[in-house]
């Protein structure tokens, strides 16, 4: 069984893309030809229209993959853009995509529903996306429940082209990810870059602590039971803490005569202690990008020679394969 998944580099990774997909990648890795793991730069073109920040982001992405625990003895680490035959594949895949599946994709009916701008590289981002994951004949997909529908759409479009053309592309499934540890942003909402409620995995833990302090609370007075079960600081509190530390927060919470403040300080501390092993893994990586290139670099290789598989599979099941490398037996 093969895995496969893509994260975008378009911005510094926070504690919402590690609790609700990085840490679960990493779980799921343990053999280089099983676990396939890119950084979708082609997909990050949509929103990231600076050519430096792009290449500083992708770079900052797998160097924070690494520290985070991606394992290149464990699994395959590549950057989108390194396996050109994605993108032939995905135009075999655009001429029998119906335009009605696209236009129901929720990324492009969500924007013009908007009344905002969409381009094409949108409109065609879940074809684009099928490519990733039938290039490499991934059986599972982990993916956030909003990515769901796009999996879909992937089947859709393999199975159209298996019937036309014969069997030619693994059917895979989605996984989706673990969505039981919510991940709150500073206000209370989901974290995200476009809320700009972030706090970043590799921040500096003095920013760290003053975005912790800055965490939206309630108005009730520190006398007052509080309810951890619908609490958004106790939320984050439980993603560091181990289930003693979590279980005598709750009692606390419900005894009352507590502020938040003792809260977010506690939170601070665990978050810096958690990350600091991943931190000083990062900095010993930094110092070494030659290393990371090199990785990035076989990961590609492994990832072109599996896709170019792939893809003289689908040219000899549609037509479209060399006539010249054509031999008549």
């Not at 009692?251 to 501390?269: I, M, P, S």
Request: with cysteine; charged share 25%; proline share 5%.
């Amino acid at each position: 069984m093969r895995v496969l998944s893509g994260i975008q580099p378009t911005g510094r990774f926070h504690w919402g893309n590690y609790f609700g997909a990085i840490r679960q990648y990493i779980a799921l890795q343990g053999d280089p030809d099983k676990a396939f793991y890119f950084i979708a730069n082609l997909h990050a073109l949509t929103t990231v229209r600076d050519r430096e920040l792009l290449r500083q982001y992708t770079l900052d992405a797998a160097i924070d993959l690494l520290a985070l625990g991606l394992d290149p003895d464990r699994a395959t680490l590549f950057v989108q853009s390194d396996v050109p035959q994605v993108c032939e594949l995905t135009w075999l895949l655009m001429t029998g995509a119906p335009m009605g599946l696209l236009e129901r994709c929720h990324a492009y009916k969500d924007k013009v529903a908007k009344g905002l701008s969409a381009d094409a590289g949108l409109f065609a981002y879940p074809v684009l996306m099928a490519a990733d994951i039938l290039a490499y004949d991934s059986d599972l997909v982990p993916v956030g429940e909003d990515q769901v529908q796009h999996i879909e759409v992937c089947r859709d479009l393999a199975g159209s082209f298996n019937h036309e053309f014969g069997e030619t592309f693994v059917l895979p499934r989605a996984q989706v990810l673990d969505t039981s540890a919510r991940v709150p942003g500073l206000d209370g909402e989901k974290m995200s870059k476009s809320y700009q409620n972030t706090i970043e995995v590799f921040e500096e833990p003095a920013s760290i602590r003053k975005k912790v302090m800055r965490i939206t609370t309630d108005s009730r007075p520190m006398e007052q039971p509080k309810a951890p079960e619908t609490d958004h600081l106790f939320q984050l509190y439980s993603l560091f803490a181990s289930p003693a530390q979590r279980d005598e927060m709750a009692a606390r919470y419900r005894r009352g005569g507590f502020g938040y403040g003792e809260v977010k300080k506690e939170l601070a501390v665990l978050a810096e202690g958690f990350f600091a092993e991943a931190r000083q893994k990062r900095k010993e990586l930094e110092a070494r990008p030659e290393r990371v290139r090199e990785i990035l670099g076989d990961g590609g290789a492994r990832a072109r020679k599996k896709a170019a598989e792939v893809l003289l599979r689908a040219q000899e099941a549609c037509g479209v394969q060399s006539i010249a490398a054509v031999r008549v037996a």
